[in-house]
């Protein structure tokens, strides 16, 4: 992928993963305000569970979103650094393709395949 093409398309990315953060943090103020005015009595109230999942939900959803964001920002240091599009581990070139589908991706098919098996073992 073409390094000015990669930087728009991560620039966009990194756009929507801050208005994601934004959205999920301002629904995540409304729902601890939401679980504070309910009983505390969690064990006994149905929505206290409910509130509580949703909590869990929305900070999961914050907290990928946020390393998104640095994965982004790591993927456009590597474009300043004329690096990009580089494997990480073994160096060869990362295929178009995986770079359509994940402009910030650090590793070829090959690593990145190896990597998720020894993560398996």
């Not at 504070?36 to 064990?43: P, W």
């Not at 240091?77 to 160096?91: D, K, N, Q, V, W």
Request: net charge negative; hydrophobic share 40%; proline share 3%.
């Amino acid at each position: 992928m073409d390094p000015d093409n990669a930087r728009g398309s991560l620039d966009i990315a990194r756009a929507e993963a801050i208005e994601l953060i934004d959205q999920m943090s301002a629904r995540l103020a409304s729902v601890v305000d939401a679980a504070a005015e309910a009983t505390a009595d969690d064990e006994h109230d149905p929505e206290g569970s409910t509130l509580a999942f949703e909590r869990g939900q929305l900070v999961a959803q914050i907290e990928r979103s946020q390393v998104k964001v640095v994965e982004i920002d790591i993927a456009l240091e590597r474009i300043a650094l004329g690096t990009y599009g580089i494997c990480e581990r073994c160096g060869t070139q990362i295929g178009p393709a995986r770079l359509e589908v994940l402009p910030a991706a650090r590793l070829c098919i090959t690593c990145a395949n190896a990597r998720d098996q020894s993560r398996h073992w």
